[in-house]
């Protein structure tokens, strides 16, 4: 994959990732997840810069790894980067719950789960931008 593309997928992946994410976890669940989190004391206002970057460099991963797997269509990027997002995010967040007791159970599993959201829009989002056999 070329610079050009590497960017490009990067770009549309955070804007998808980071639309979806944003109206998901800092506009519907929040009172949810604050309930999750009893060891944690919040913010007065997430951390939009913080949210951003993480979501570069998010879609910068999934941007290489669907180049390598190179999928056939728009449906199956999703479906690939929705399971990366949800391998990953079941790695952080067990890890988080055992070094920091960060968030309960039910947390952990549901953020995880519901990561295929936002993972699966960025995935579409690369893929329409990057593989499509048009470009």
């Given at each position: 994959m070329d610079t050009k593309k590497l960017l490009a997928g990067t770009v549309s992946g955070t804007a998808g990732m980071m639309l979806v994410a944003y109206v998901m976890w800092d506009v519907l669940l929040v009172d949810f997840f604050s309930g999750q989190m009893v060891t944690v004391e919040q913010l007065a206002s997430p951390n939009l810069g913080l949210q951003v970057l993480?979501?570069?460099?998010?879609?910068?991963?999934?941007?290489?790894?669907l180049s390598w797997k190179n999928p056939s269509g728009p449906q199956e990027a999703a479906k690939d980067a929705a399971i990366v997002g949800v391998l990953m995010w079941f790695g952080a967040n067990f890890w988080n719950m055992?070094?920091?007791?960060?968030?309960?159970?039910?947390?952990?599993?549901?953020?995880?789960?519901?990561?295929?959201i936002p993972y699966g829009v960025a995935?579409?989002?690369?893929?329409?931008?990057?593989?499509?056999?048009?470009?």
């Amino acid at each position: 994959m070329d610079t050009k593309k590497l960017l490009a997928g990067t770009v549309s992946g955070t804007a998808g990732m980071m639309l979806v994410a944003y109206v998901m976890w800092d506009v519907l669940l929040v009172d949810f997840f604050s309930g999750q989190m009893v060891t944690v004391e919040q913010l007065a206002s997430p951390n939009l810069g913080l949210q951003v970057l993480s979501s570069v460099f998010s879609a910068l991963l999934l941007t290489i790894v669907l180049s390598w797997k190179n999928p056939s269509g728009p449906q199956e990027a999703a479906k690939d980067a929705a399971i990366v997002g949800v391998l990953m995010w079941f790695g952080a967040n067990f890890w988080n719950m055992g070094t920091y007791g960060m968030m309960t159970m039910q947390g952990a599993l549901v953020d995880s789960l519901l990561t295929a959201i936002p993972y699966g829009v960025a995935g579409f989002a690369i893929f329409w931008t990057t593989m499509r056999v048009e470009l």
